[in-house]
């Protein structure tokens, strides 16, 4: 299936703002944490100078034991798509859905016809569905919006000569020890893309990284604008790569699992379909009148996320943050406020 009928450029910070609990938006709440507040506070001081991307890109390598060569900072993620998008020269790319709608919305407006890989069911990922003659394939690992966890294994098994597969690992803090991730493998074709959106509240700095191979690293940087990461966001990198910094993240990723699979229990409760498996910090669930529901709750102050634009969800679908107890209590009271949800 391919087409452009969905809005692949909604995303849920249009969702969210009128004082309404923000359950679209999965960037953590509580952030930046004050240590990372103050550290980009204190970069300000040396903004007269042009970045040095030199302490920052040694500083991601080591925390994914890779060369520096094997580094790109961006400025975010969404950066990566288009850079990768702006170099690659994909004869049959395939995108993996439902997934974040970037790396399509990219690769589209770089001119490059786009096939999809439409998972169903409980949406995990069968590498034999990717059609053969794909030579990029873009997936999200764990995904969004369905919060589903590929195995390392699963997503290597797409690697292949004369294919490149890039993993986009935006959310994989999420997950404790971060069994499946791919960041540290350097097999040729294998991209991974990195975000310090979510996890660390810097939704609005920009810093993100690509991993991959020197060749692909050299040309990407060609193709990216001068001076792209700010001072800031290097710093923001520097500072969330440090040992410390990794494990804290790892801490709330260890604290998140209890409290997301209540939530996801209540939910069920409700009658409410709830993805089975997830592992990042948000569920995508489906009700009988996901858009009546979704408008329901936007009344009575909850902003959950749309899921219909994001092909191969219908109408049906929503996709909720997990927040603290209090607020996912809150949320769930409304819902129960709005009666039966079969
Ligand atoms: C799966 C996924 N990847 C990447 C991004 C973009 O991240 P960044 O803020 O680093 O550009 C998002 C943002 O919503 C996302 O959901």
Redesign the pocket.
């Known amino acids: 299936m391919s087409g452009t009928e969905h809005d692949l450029r909604h995303?849920g910070d249009a969702e969210v703002g009128g004082g309404l609990a923000d359950f679209a938006v999965?960037v953590r709440t509580g952030t930046p944490p004050p240590w990372l507040a103050d550290r980009l506070r204190a970069s300000v001081a040396d903004l007269a100078g042009y970045p040095d991307q030199t302490a920052a890109r040694a500083a991601v390598a080591r925390r994914h034991a890779r060369p520096p060569e094997e580094v790109l900072l961006t400025a975010?993620?969404?950066?990566a798509f288009v850079l990768l998008a702006r170099v690659l020269e994909p004869r049959h790319a395939v995108v993996v859905h439902p997934?974040?709608t970037?790396p399509e919305a990219a690769l589209r407006s770089a001119g490059h016809p786009v096939g999809r890989t439409v998972l169903g069911g409980d949406f995990t990922l069968d590498p034999a569905l990717v059609p053969d003659a794909a030579d990029l394939v873009m997936v999200?690992n764990p995904t969004?919006p369905t919060s589903v966890l590929h195995p390392a294994e699963t997503i290597t098994a797409l690697c292949r000569p004369g294919r490149t597969v890039v993993v986009?690992e935006?959310?994989m803090d999420c997950v404790p020890g971060e069994p499946e991730s791919l960041a540290a493998d350097r097999r040729p074709g294998l991209v991974v893309l990195r975000?310090?959106?979510k996890t660390w509240g810097l939704?609005g700095l920009?810093?993100?990284y690509v991993l991959a191979g020197p060749d692909l690293v050299a040309a990407l940087a060609e193709a990216q604008p001068l001076w792209a990461v700010s001072t800031p966001a290097l710093v923001a990198m520097e500072a969330c790569s440090d040992p410390a910094a990794v494990a804290e993240a790892e801490a709330w990723a260890r604290e998140l699992a209890p409290e997301r699979a209540r939530l996801a229990a209540a939910l069920a409760d409700r009658g409410l379909h709830v993805v089975p498996g997830a592992r990042a910090s948000f569920l995508c669930v489906r009700a009988a009148d996901g858009i009546g529901l979704r408008g329901a709750l936007r009344e009575r102050g909850y902003a959950v996320r749309r899921g219909d634009t994001f092909p191969g969800l219908g109408p049906g679908w929503l996709r909720i943050a997990v927040r603290d107890k209090a607020m996912n209590d809150a949320l769930l009271e409304a819902l129960d406020e709005l009666g039966p949800h079969e």
């Not at 975010?76 to 950066?79: F, K, M, S, V």
């Open positions: 995303h999965n975010g993620a969404a950066e997934q974040f970037e999200g969004n986009d935006a959310f975000s310090l959106t939704a920009r810093a993100g």
